[in-house]
């Protein structure tokens, strides 16, 4: 069964940084690209990052309201990716989901989320 | 980037009736190998979103057939064939054509 379960979501100031992780299991985890999605209370969907596998040189990309900020990282022998995440704002308050890429363009499955509050 | 346009915002619908939600794209999503990258999701209440339809039109693992998805080209359509009441939740489509990805604003299905 494949599952992703985020955590090291918490409570930060405006400016500060936080590194949340996900790990995952039940699937070939280095096989995988991987995205976080992110989600403001109430609202939409919103993708935030991108991180491909070790065949293409672990490549990222980034959405604009994050790149500069922001960085996707991934350890293959734990199985795990990482968002970490610098100068937070206001607006970066969301939840934070982890989604994995089936490697034909669909992400097909997200974890559970973890909370990201930014406020003084 | 590609803006990604859903109605309606929402649907009230009666069980065992009918429900069909639109998304259109601000531009193709035919990618260089012949695939339309265009994909539904739904997000139940305190759940995160889960794949109904990849590709426009194939249902992934363990998707009801009451679902079907159906477009070409900038302008897809998702129907329920006959809603349940498990069926509520938010609807939103995705484009995976390149960077960034984008949703649509999202379609809240409620049940009457």
């Known amino acids: 069964e494949v599952q992703l379960v985020e955590s090291g979501g918490a409570l930060v100031q405006p400016g500060g940084s936080l590194r949340i992780s996900c790990a995952a299991s039940g699937f070939t985890f280095s096989d995988h690209y991987m995205d976080w999605v992110r989600q403001a209370p109430g609202k939409g969907l919103e993708w935030v990052g991108h991180?491909?596998?070790?065949?293409?040189?672990?490549?990222?990309y980034y959405a604009a309201s994050v790149k500069g900020r922001f960085t996707v990282s991934r350890d293959d022998s734990e199985n795990s990716v990482y968002l970490q995440m610098n100068s937070l704002k206001t607006e970066d308050t969301a939840v934070y989901f982890c989604?994995?890429?089936?490697?034909?363009?669909?992400?097909?499955?997200w974890g559970q989320g973890t909370l990201v509050t930014v406020s003084s | 980037d590609i803006v990604m346009t859903q109605t309606p915002l929402s649907l009230s619908v009666t069980p065992g009736q009918p429900a069909s939600i639109s998304c259109k794209s601000s531009q193709p999503l035919l990618s260089s190998d012949g695939k339309t990258l265009f994909y539904w999701y739904l997000q139940k209440p305190g759940q995160p979103p889960q794949l109904l339809i990849y590709e426009v039109s194939k249902r992934f693992s363990g998707v009801p057939d009451r679902f079907s998805g159906s477009g070409s080209g900038t302008d897809f359509t998702l129907k329920i064939s006959r809603v349940e009441a498990e069926d509520v939740g938010v609807y939103y489509c995705?484009?995976?054509?390149?960077?960034?990805?984008?949703f649509g604003g999202g379609t809240k299905v409620e049940i009457k």
């Open positions: 995705m484009h995976a054509l390149h960077f960034p990805l984008t």
């Open positions: 989604v994995r890429d089936s490697m034909y363009g669909a992400r097909d499955y």
């Open positions: 991180i491909g596998h070790k065949a293409d040189s672990y490549t990222t």
